[in-house]
DNA sequence: GTTATGACGACCG
DNA sequence: CCGGTCGCCATAA
């Protein structure tokens, strides 16, 4: 069955609020291996419906989001986006700046977020 | 146990 | 800016 990782990915991606997006790099990050995304796609994928996850807040780290694939049509997921409040550029792209998943708002004074 | 694939990300040209 | 390639991790065959 899944690795403990994979079980962190799916808490991750279900502690996402509504409005709000998260990459795969970040969730492998706060799941404990930053170069882990690939292993985030296929969690995705491999997420039981049980656990209802919002895979439609997971995107890539340029904002883009997985076209091609989606849950039957690539627009589905653009759309479920924006109907939540998520704003996007003129290049289909979503604002991480501004939708940006934050598991530990602490307001960095001095804008050093360590990224 | 090894090889191949993928809903990624970073690097190079 | 865009396209192609390599690398990393986990799962499937």
Do not use: W
């Amino acid at each position: 069955m899944s690795s403990e990782l994979t079980k962190r990915i799916y808490q991750i991606v279900q502690d996402i609020p509504y409005g709000k997006v998260a990459t795969y790099g970040q969730i492998a990050r706060l799941a404990g291996n930053p170069r882990a995304a690939r292993a985030v796609g296929f969690a995705m994928r491999r997420a039981p419906d049980s656990l209802c996850l919002p895979c439609h807040r997971v995107i890539f780290q340029d904002g883009s989001l997985c076209t091609g694939f989606a849950f039957g049509d690539p627009q589905i997921q653009r759309q479920m986006l924006k109907k939540e409040g998520v704003t996007f550029d003129d290049q289909d792209r979503v604002r991480l700046d501004r939708h940006r998943y934050i598991p530990e708002p602490g307001g960095m004074p001095d804008g050093n977020p360590s990224l």
